[in-house]
């Protein structure tokens, strides 16, 4: 199981995700790897049931989060009833299976939760 | 830059292609706007507006193929693609074109033969335009990133499923006064949310959002003939103008967004627009927004400065964007009930205010209007095209 990696900008410190070379913030090319982890809040969310045929299940639940250090990432959310505002875990796994190729992707979870 | 005038429009019929392939479709929609121009010699330049040729028809090269169909020989030929937005790209680079007198006519035509292929994939398409690794992966649709964005847009500024009702409700009634729609069928509020046998006629495709909040998946292509205003007093036809034109982009992944209820380019692209013009929103008598899920056309009238924000939804329910109201808005059907195939839809929007400001919209015709707006919304917002369009003399 492996972190999803966030960039910081060397010359501002502007956290992005997915990484970014050339900040937004200042225009300035240049950022470190950091790791895309620890807490996050619920922004929004929604359940998806018109899916392709790369899922089986009747609907998909996916939402948009905020991590403490102002990152923000869609992913799929393993809760039942989501809040906006809840408190998250995140762990990646599996998403998603296009013909052989199996893609990893980032899950939330009511940390505490076995699976995080 | 010199003037740009809209001398010939036309289109086919949104829905199903049946037999046609998608070359039909343009060339149809084509040969219409040409017959309409009635130029004398061949247009100088064409451009094709189209999303997914590549991955729908198997056919690439659509601005060749266009020349070839239509005789065009040897007229300067391009396809434009910049995803739903592909339609608004290609009369915006046809303008420039003409406004940079590089050429004198052009044609420019967009369409979609997306009923090639089962919803889903029809779905799946659309969704390849989303981030590839922070979005599409996950299975998000476009209607997903709408449901998102509904989702807080309602919190914020207290706006009901029966109002995203009311937008359906009310494109689906113009949408009968216009033989191009692709759904001639009214629907009422009781149908919609209210009775029983609605959570089967009109279920969830992304919560909070409702069959009948997305548009159709459709066929169909559009086509107008730019031209410069010498030509275009030659033709003898109405004088519409190209007055404005506008187009801003922002992020790929809608997550980043500082605030995700807002659509900023659709703002700045109507802004520019309206800069250009010499115009601001109060001025315009009729629109055609970009109404791919309900909750947009209540947030673009806003965005493009017709309603204040979080108000949109409050014109919408007293009638103010209905045919007579003080701006109609969609008065087509937009494209949930004329219908959306990708490509042709800013090609369409163009088309549908072109014939108001003519007086050649038939039964749906406003009464006499002279300025009108257009906003073409690509991706989930990431690039928008804006058009102010002028009705001269």
Redesign the interface.
């Given at each position: 199981m492996t972190a999803f990696t966030a960039s910081v900008c060397r010359s501002c410190g502007a956290v992005a995700y997915p990484p970014r070379r050339r900040c937004r913030a200042c225009g300035k090319t240049g950022s470190d790897p950091v790791p895309l982890e620890g807490k996050a809040t619920l922004v929004t969310f929604t359940r998806v049931y018109n899916l392709s045929l790369a899922f089986e299940e009747r609907y998909i639940t996916v939402g948009i989060v905020e991590f403490q250090s102002g990152a923000r990432a869609l992913g799929r959310l393993a809760v039942d009833e989501p809040e906006i505002g809840m408190e998250l875990s995140c762990y990646v796994a599996p998403v998603r299976t296009v013909g052989y190729e199996t893609y990893e992707g980032l899950w939330f979870e009511r940390p505490g939760s076995p699976a995080a | 830059m010199r003037d740009t005038y809209i001398i010939g429009v036309g289109m086919t019929k949104f829905g199903r292609a049946g037999d046609w392939t998608l070359i039909d479709v343009l060339e149809y929609a084509a040969a219409r706007a040409l017959e309409d121009a009635g130029l004398g010699e061949n247009v100088e330049s064409v451009f094709v507006a189209n999303m997914g040729a590549g991955i729908l028809n198997r056919l690439s090269g659509l601005g060749s193929a266009m020349v070839d169909r239509l005789c065009l020989f040897p007229a300067a030929a391009e396809t434009v693609e910049n995803g739903p937005a592909s339609g608004g790209s290609a009369v915006k680079i046809g303008a420039m074109a003409v406004g940079s007198g590089a050429v004198d006519t052009a044609l420019v035509v967009g369409g979609e033969v997306m009923r090639a292929v089962t919803?889903?994939?029809a779905?799946?398409f659309v969704?390849t335009l989303t981030?590839p690794?922070?979005?599409y992966?996950?299975?998000?649709?476009l209607?997903?990133l709408a449901?998102?964005?509904a989702?807080?847009y309602m919190?914020k500024y207290g706006v009901t499923p029966e109002h995203l009702a009311m937008v359906a409700i009310k494109n689906h009634e113009n949408a009968m006064k216009n033989p191009d729609a692709h759904i001639q069928q009214t629907v009422t509020m009781e149908g919609l949310l209210h009775r029983p046998e609605a959570v089967v006629n009109n279920?969830?495709?992304?919560?909070?959002?409702r069959m009948f909040d997305c548009c159709p998946v459709s066929d169909g292509a559009a086509a107008v003939v730019l031209c410069s205003r010498e030509v275009a007093e030659r033709s003898g036809k109405p004088l519409v103008r190209i007055a404005g034109f506008g187009q801003a982009t922002d992020?790929h992944?809608?997550?980043?967004r500082e605030d995700?209820t807002e659509l900023a380019a659709v703002r700045t692209a109507a802004e520019r627009a309206f800069a250009m013009a010499g115009r601001k929103p109060a001025d315009v008598d009729v629109a055609e927004l970009h109404d791919a899920f309900t909750i947009l056309e209540i947030a673009q009238s806003e965005e493009a400065g017709f309603f204040e924000r979080g108000t949109g939804h409050i014109a919408l329910e007293k009638g103010e964007t209905r045919p007579g109201g003080r701006l109609p808005i969609n008065v087509s059907g937009g494209l949930k009930a004329r219908g959306h195939p990708v490509g042709a839809t800013g090609v369409a929007q163009v088309v549908e205010i072109a014939r108001h400001l003519r007086g050649e919209a038939g039964e749906r015709q406003i009464e006499k209007p002279r300025v009108g707006f257009t906003c073409n919304f690509g991706g989930f917002g990431n690039n928008v095209v804006c058009f102010v369009l002028e009705r001269e003399g």
């Amino acid at each position: 199981m492996t972190a999803f990696t966030a960039s910081v900008c060397r010359s501002c410190g502007a956290v992005a995700y997915p990484p970014r070379r050339r900040c937004r913030a200042c225009g300035k090319t240049g950022s470190d790897p950091v790791p895309l982890e620890g807490k996050a809040t619920l922004v929004t969310f929604t359940r998806v049931y018109n899916l392709s045929l790369a899922f089986e299940e009747r609907y998909i639940t996916v939402g948009i989060v905020e991590f403490q250090s102002g990152a923000r990432a869609l992913g799929r959310l393993a809760v039942d009833e989501p809040e906006i505002g809840m408190e998250l875990s995140c762990y990646v796994a599996p998403v998603r299976t296009v013909g052989y190729e199996t893609y990893e992707g980032l899950w939330f979870e009511r940390p505490g939760s076995p699976a995080a | 830059m010199r003037d740009t005038y809209i001398i010939g429009v036309g289109m086919t019929k949104f829905g199903r292609a049946g037999d046609w392939t998608l070359i039909d479709v343009l060339e149809y929609a084509a040969a219409r706007a040409l017959e309409d121009a009635g130029l004398g010699e061949n247009v100088e330049s064409v451009f094709v507006a189209n999303m997914g040729a590549g991955i729908l028809n198997r056919l690439s090269g659509l601005g060749s193929a266009m020349v070839d169909r239509l005789c065009l020989f040897p007229a300067a030929a391009e396809t434009v693609e910049n995803g739903p937005a592909s339609g608004g790209s290609a009369v915006k680079i046809g303008a420039m074109a003409v406004g940079s007198g590089a050429v004198d006519t052009a044609l420019v035509v967009g369409g979609e033969v997306m009923r090639a292929v089962t919803g889903w994939e029809a779905t799946d398409f659309v969704a390849t335009l989303t981030h590839p690794e922070a979005e599409y992966i996950y299975g998000v649709t476009l209607p997903a990133l709408a449901g998102m964005f509904a989702r807080l847009y309602m919190d914020k500024y207290g706006v009901t499923p029966e109002h995203l009702a009311m937008v359906a409700i009310k494109n689906h009634e113009n949408a009968m006064k216009n033989p191009d729609a692709h759904i001639q069928q009214t629907v009422t509020m009781e149908g919609l949310l209210h009775r029983p046998e609605a959570v089967v006629n009109n279920p969830y495709v992304a919560e909070p959002l409702r069959m009948f909040d997305c548009c159709p998946v459709s066929d169909g292509a559009a086509a107008v003939v730019l031209c410069s205003r010498e030509v275009a007093e030659r033709s003898g036809k109405p004088l519409v103008r190209i007055a404005g034109f506008g187009q801003a982009t922002d992020t790929h992944a809608v997550h980043e967004r500082e605030d995700p209820t807002e659509l900023a380019a659709v703002r700045t692209a109507a802004e520019r627009a309206f800069a250009m013009a010499g115009r601001k929103p109060a001025d315009v008598d009729v629109a055609e927004l970009h109404d791919a899920f309900t909750i947009l056309e209540i947030a673009q009238s806003e965005e493009a400065g017709f309603f204040e924000r979080g108000t949109g939804h409050i014109a919408l329910e007293k009638g103010e964007t209905r045919p007579g109201g003080r701006l109609p808005i969609n008065v087509s059907g937009g494209l949930k009930a004329r219908g959306h195939p990708v490509g042709a839809t800013g090609v369409a929007q163009v088309v549908e205010i072109a014939r108001h400001l003519r007086g050649e919209a038939g039964e749906r015709q406003i009464e006499k209007p002279r300025v009108g707006f257009t906003c073409n919304f690509g991706g989930f917002g990431n690039n928008v095209v804006c058009f102010v369009l002028e009705r001269e003399g």
